[in-house]
């Protein structure tokens, strides 16, 4: 079983950064691929970025490709979203997510609510 805790999201003005992190609980992070997922209001809840166990490769949506990066460190069982030049559309609630591969996941964060003022 692993247990995820997002850090506390908030509030950024367009064209702002922020850094979302996850901390993983149990002994095999290092064995999970991770990923963030969002869910904006009214809307279906959408991929954003994956990494796979090691961190070798990466994979984002198009609405974030180039803005975006993920990164983990499974030292410190945290998997990171560094998200920059934020767009109002990015307002959303942000899920971590863990599993076998990029694509399939099993375990999810409680969410944690990120808004961009225009």
Do not use: H
Not at 45 to 73: L, N, P, Q
């Amino acid at each position: 079983q692993v247990q995820l805790l997002e850090s506390r999201g908030g509030l950024v003005q367009a064209g702002g950064s922020l850094r979302l992190s996850c901390a993983a609980s149990g002994p095999t992070f290092s064995s999970y691929a991770m990923g963030w997922f969002r869910q904006a209001p009214g809307k279906e809840r959408e991929f954003v970025a994956a990494i796979s166990w090691g961190g070798g490769r990466t994979d984002y949506a198009d609405s974030a490709k180039g803005r975006f990066t993920i990164s983990r460190a499974n030292a410190k069982n945290t998997v990171y979203l560094q998200m920059n030049s934020l767009k109002p559309e990015d307002t959303a609630v942000y899920y971590c997510v863990a599993g076998a591969t990029m694509v399939t996941y099993n375990y999810w964060g409680q969410g944690t609510q990120v808004t961009v003022s225009s």
